[in-house]
Nanobody, 123 residues
Framework: VQLQASGGGLVQAGGSLRLSCAAS????????LGWFRQAPGKEREFVSA????????RYADPVKGRFTISKDVTKNTVYRQMNSLKPEDTAVYYC?????????????????WGQGTLVTVSS
């Protein structure tokens, strides 16, 4: 499984960005895609996840109401719309693949990871 993330960049506080992650390879038909982020000097943390066959989604508390995860099954791509961005959202964002559709926040359950895309929010 390969993951290709894109869409990062520099934005002012209060602005919006949309990240995408395209999955390819032997994904199977029942899996989950998650987003994690890692700020400088901090641990990688869970942001959101979505099941591929289900409509189940999960969000970390700091992003609830601001970030929305969605998918396009025809393109094998998951999107994350980020609104009302804050400086503390600055991080490298990674998409991750779980062969089971657990929609989990646990980093160790995700077997494959994308290369990461940098989001910088200026104050």
């Amino acid at each position: 499984v390969q993951l290709q993330a894109s869409g990062g960049g520099l934005v002012q506080a209060g602005g919006s960005l949309r990240l995408s992650c395209a999955a390819s390879g032997r994904t199977g038909s029942s899996y989950a895609l998650g987003w994690f982020r890692q700020a400088p000097g901090k641990e990688r943390e869970f942001v959101s996840a979505i099941g591929w066959r289900s409509e189940v989604t999960r969000y970390a508390d700091p992003v609830k109401g601001r970030f929305t995860i969605s998918k396009d099954v025809t393109k094998n791509t998951v999107y994350r719309q980020m609104n009302s961005l804050k400086p503390e959202d600055t991080a490298v964002y990674y998409c991750a693949f779980d062969y089971a559709s657990r929609v989990s926040s646990q980093r160790e359950l995700y077997r494959h990871w994308g290369q990461g895309t940098l989001v910088t929010v200026s104050s």
